[in-house]
């Protein structure tokens, strides 16, 4: 870990990687650990498994690194602000596969050798696809797969096919299995994250809209709809962070919603006045809405106490 030596407000940049190879670890949930114990703030790991905290207070934080398929890790405490901290921080932080993920010498930091006969099988499947001949797409993937099983671009097209051809099942399956050889696979956990919560499964989703937010940190709709599944979950910190993100984004008031998630999340707070903001937000973006009479309904119980 390196810092500089001034004193106030401190820069934390995390580098998170595999402990076996020491590549980067991409979409994993970082949560900076104020000292007091909460969470202070959260992040989630970019393609280069790099994260930022911006403005962080001086105090003794820590940095909880966790995911599917890697063990929660925890760093040593950080020291910022006064003579031992610094304006900027670099910490960096090595995580370990699960079991369940097949172990350390899988995962999606190695590169496959993929068998030329899968090659060729996902080239004329691709081709296929192109020509929308999803049938014939289909079978030229599933014969790359079972030439090379841990082929995950073979497994994250056919899951493509799969929701052409109206087969939601077999779609999901082929994604599942696709991240979980390649967690990285944006359209496969794109899905993924849509189906489950579609299907009010929020554990589920949960770690697919959080990698899918990694890729597209600057998606309102996946943003909105991963601090409702944080929510849902009973995990107000992380989705009060995320909602309060949306605004700032383009197409924002296509999810005013947002504001409703982060009133949610402040209920019981003793901050009346701050969700009464996020109502009147709410009815600024979306005056004609579903929801807007019972938001109105809420807001004028707020203001009558």
């Known amino acids: 870990m390196s810092s500089g030596s001034s004193a106030g407000m401190t820069t934390i940049t995390v580098r998170v990687t595999y402990q076996r190879n020491h590549r980067p670890a991409p979409g994993l949930r970082v949560e900076l650990i104020s000292p007091f114990g909460g969470v202070a703030d959260i992040r989630t790991t970019d393609g280069n498994g790099g994260a930022t905290f911006d403005g962080v207070s001086s105090g003794r934080y820590q940095v909880r690194v966790s995911g599917p398929d890697v063990e929660t890790t925890t760093s040593e405490p950080i020291e910022t602000g006064g003579s031992q901290g610094g304006p900027y921080i670099t910490e960096s932080i090595q995580v370990r596969l699960t079991e369940t993920a097949g172990g350390e010498v899988s995962g999606p930091a190695l590169a496959p050798i993929v068998p030329e006969a899968a090659k060729q099988e996902f080239k004329l499947g ?47 399956e082929a994604f599942r299995t696709a991240t979980q050889i390649d967690p990285t696979l944006q359209q496969a956990n794109l899905y993924l994250g849509q189906f489950y919560y579609e299907n009010l499964r929020y554990k589920e989703a949960e770690p697919y809209l959080l990698r899918a937010a990694a890729d597209r940190p600057k998606s309102a709709q996946i943003l909105t709809a991963l601090a409702n599944v944080e929510l849902q979950n009973g995990e107000t910190a992380l989705a009060l962070t995320n909602a309060r993100k949306v605004p700032s984004l383009a197409n924002h008031k296509q999810f005013a919603v947002s504001h409703l998630i982060v009133a949610q999340a402040l209920t ?28 109105k309904d809420a807001l004028a119980k707020l203001k009558s106490k």
Request: glycine share 6%.
């Open 268 to 295: 019981g707070r003793g901050q009346d006045d701050e969700i009464a903001k996020e109502y009147e937000e709410y009815l600024k973006e979306a005056p004609d809405s579903s929801l807007a009479p019972r938001v």
């Open 126 to 172: 691709s081709k296929e696809m192109d020509k929308k001949r999803w049938q014939e797409a289909k079978d030229h993937f599933q014969k790359a797969i079972a030439a090379f099983p841990k082929y995950a671009e073979a497994l994250n097209n056919l899951g493509l096919v799969e929701i052409q051809l109206k087969d939601g099942k077999d779609a999901v």
